[in-house]
T-cell receptor, first 113, second 113 residues
Framework: AQKVTQAQTEISVVEKEDVTLDCVYE???????LFWYKQPPSGELVFLIR??????QNEISGRYSWNFQKSTSSFNFTITASQVVDSAVYFC??????????FGTGTKLQVIP | NAGVTQTPKFQVLKTGQSMTLQCAQD?????MSWYRQDPGMGLRLIHY???????DQGEVPNGYNVSRSTTEDFPLRLLSAAPSQTSVYFC????????????FGPGTRLTVL
C-alpha cells in the first residue's frame, strides 16, 4: 500500500532562517505524482507543486524549492529565508493509478519574528 | 468562476441526527472527493467519484454516503452522526483524476455532541 511519511510534526524557526520539510513515500508503482499543499491558519488548502515520477529535476519557485530523489523515495521542500507568512501546515501527497490520493500527516511550521 | 464551494461552513449536530454537507464545483471537473481532517492524522479520504453516477469508497467510508447525479455536485451524507465524526471536512475536485492537481473547498467544521 502507498504510504507518505512526514516525520516532522512541528518545526519552529526564526524568521530569515532556511527550513527543510521532509517527505518520504513508499510505493511499488513506477508512474506516480507527488504534491505539496499549504494550509495557512485560515484553514484553506493551497496547491504548491506537482511532480511526476519521471521528472527528477529540482524545482525552484522564488523562496521555495523542491528536491525529488527517487533513490531515497523523498520529495523534500525547502523554504529559503523564511517569513512569518510561511507559518502553516504543509502536506505532502502521493497519487498513482488507484484513483486515490494519499496524504502525509502534515508538518506544522512556525516562523518566529 | 467560484471554484469549489462547500456549505455550511460550521455545523453542530446532536448524536443520531443526519445531515448533508454540500459540495459544488463549476470547473467541469470529473473527479471529486471528500476528506476529513483530524489533528495529527492529516487528510483521510472518505469517498470519491470519477464522474457522474460513479462513486467509490476511500479510507474511512463508514457512516457516510455519497452520490453524484451531476458533474457539478457531490454531497456527503451523515446517516446518524456520532461524536467520532467531529472533524473538518474538505471537498476537492480535479479535472480527470487524483494525479491532477486537487482544488479544495473552504471546508466545513462539524461538531457532533
Amino acid at each position: 500500500a502507498q504510504k507518505v511519511t512526514q516525520a516532522q510534526t512541528e518545526i519552529s524557526v526564526v524568521e530569515k532562517e532556511d527550513v527543510t520539510l521532509d517527505c518520504v513515500y513508499e510505493t511499488r508503482d513506477t508512474t506516480y505524482y507527488l504534491f505539496w499543499y499549504k494550509q495557512p491558519p485560515s484553514g484553506e488548502l493551497v496547491f504548491l507543486i506537482r511532480r511526476n515520477s519521471f521528472d527528477e529535476q529540482n524545482e525552484i519557485s522564488g523562496r521555495y524549492s523542491w528536491n525529488f530523489q527517487k533513490s531515497t523515495s523523498s520529495f523534500n521542500f525547502t523554504i529559503t529565508a523564511s517569513q512569518v507568512v510561511d507559518s502553516a501546515v504543509y502536506f505532502c501527497a502521493w497519487a498513482g493509478g488507484y484513483q486515490k490520493v494519499t496524504f502525509g500527516t502534515g508538518t506544522k511550521l512556525q516562523v518566529i519574528p | 468562476n467560484a471554484g469549489v464551494t462547500q456549505t455550511p461552513k460550521f455545523q453542530v449536530l446532536k448524536t443520531g441526527q443526519s445531515m448533508t454537507l454540500q459540495c459544488a464545483q463549476d470547473m467541469n471537473h470529473e473527479y471529486m472527493s471528500w476528506y476529513r481532517q483530524d489533528p495529527g492524522m492529516g487528510l483521510r479520504l472518505i469517498h470519491y467519484s470519477v464522474g457522474a453516477g460513479i462513486t467509490d469508497q476511500g479510507e474511512v467510508p463508514n457512516g457516510y454516503n455519497v452520490s453524484r447525479s451531476t458533474t457539478e455536485d457531490f454531497p456527503l451524507r451523515l446517516l446518524s452522526a456520532a461524536p467520532s465524526q467531529t472533524s473538518v471536512y474538505f471537498c476537492a475536485s480535479s479535472p480527470r483524476g487524483p494525479t491532477d492537481t486537487q482544488y479544495f473547498g473552504p471546508g466545513t467544521r462539524l461538531t457532533v455532541l
